[in-house]
């Protein structure tokens, strides 16, 4: 397995304003991915971390809104622009190990309050 | 569309009182079933992953078994410190090159001492 660690753990934010979240892995891996977990929620992919290349975002999660940067193998960011309280939630960072049978690891998590 | 339901959505257990929980998927074809303990305030951890209806993974107290429509997640003898929301999760066959996991709400379980 991976061991992955984001930055912050957590933020209170104000609306309109925009945070971004660090990733990083201890090794290079192919397959980085950013979800949201809403209380009540399952789990909800926002995109998928392409290195060298534009995000893969999924449906009702646009580029504008959260940008994602995948400068090499072992780091990435999501910003969450523009806030509103509705952007409330934890944030998690997930890789695909290449050696790996498509399990996914798990960050820590980011927790953001906009307030 | 491809679902995943999860029951019960909470069960309280009392220390060595074993049980199981159930994750029901429909998928066009399944590439991967995972299981994942999350602890509050934590991201998911990874326990298991099962590929075909008859497979069993087992790891301690939990075993996991894969039918051609369900997963259970058997406990057997749980302590306290079992006590996490337990995560499904599945990946369709025909998503190609797509590593979209599609998720159930959760399992939470509590132990009692």
């Known amino acids: 397995s991976a061991v992955i660690s984001q930055k912050p753990s957590r933020d209170i934010c104000q609306r309109g304003t925009s945070l971004t979240i660090q990733c990083q892995v201890d090794?290079?891996?192919?397959?980085m991915f950013w979800y949201r977990q809403q209380p009540g929620q399952s789990l909800t992919l926002i995109a998928t971390?392409?290195?060298?290349?534009?995000?893969?975002?999924e449906s009702g999660f646009v580029i504008d809104k959260f940008p994602i940067s995948r400068p090499n193998l072992t780091f990435s960011t999501l910003t969450v622009s523009n806030m509103s309280p509705e952007d409330s939630s934890i944030y998690l960072c997930s890789v695909e190990t290449p050696l790996g049978l498509r399990e996914q690891f798990f960050g820590p998590g980011t927790r953001l309050t906009v307030l | 569309e491809d679902q995943v339901t999860q029951s019960p959505e909470a069960l309280r257990l009392q220390e060595g009182e074993s049980s199981s929980l159930n994750c029901s998927y429909t998928?066009?074809?399944?590439?991967?079933l995972f299981w994942y303990r999350q602890d509050p305030g934590k991201g998911p951890e990874f326990l298991f992953t099962?590929?075909?209806?008859?497979e069993e993974k087992e790891k301690e107290r939990l075993k996991a078994t894969l039918t051609k429509k369900e997963s259970f997640l058997h406990i057997t003898a749980p302590k306290p410190e079992d006590s996490a929301t337990y995560l499904c999760a599945v990946q369709a066959r025909d998503a190609g090159n797509n590593r979209k996991l599609i998720w159930g709400l959760g399992t939470s379980l509590g132990v009692n001492p």
């Open positions: 090794s290079q891996v192919t397959m």
């Open positions: 099962l590929y075909s209806a008859g």
């Open positions: 971390a392409n290195q060298g290349s534009e995000a893969t975002y």
């Open positions: 998928v066009s074809g399944l590439r991967g």
